[in-house]
């Protein structure tokens, strides 16, 4: 029997403040928080991509199902845990798409199954 991924509604409040963080790494922080706010607000307004596809557009590496993160949210899907949908920043020609909070999301999903429906909020840059 092939495993599922079982997916919240929306995000965790915490995952806007993770999304932040990051992208404040990649801009300034005035620029991150405007995001996080432009993430929140489009809370309810879910769309679905293939795990393949978010890896390859924004051109991250695959984590190895040995990453302990990629590992705990294996073991959450495997549980039936459901795992929160992906923020996601589409961007420009040099960071087409960032992957603004769940990359481990993503990896474990792809192990699962690269074509894995992955519900995740996308905000233009």
């Given amino acids: 029997m092939t495993q599922t991924v079982k997916w919240l509604p929306r995000p965790e409040k ?5 999304a932040e963080d990051y992208l404040s790494l990649l801009m300034p922080p005035r620029q991150a928080a405007a995001y996080r706010k432009k993430l929140a607000a489009a809370r309810d307004d879910i769309s679905h991509r293939k795990a393949k596809d978010i890896l390859r557009a924004s051109r991250l590496d695959l984590l190895g199902e040995d990453n302990k993160h990629v590992a705990a949210d294996l073991r959450k899907a495997a549980s039936g845990t459901a795992l929160s949908p992906i923020l996601l920043v589409r ?9 603004a909070d769940g990359y481990h999301r993503v990896c474990a999903s792809y192990w699962i199954d690269e074509n894995t429906d992955i519900p995740c909020i996308l905000v233009n840059a």
């Fill in 91 to 99: 961007g420009t020609v040099t960071h087409p798409l960032i992957v």
């Fill in 14 to 18: 915490h995952d806007y403040q993770a």
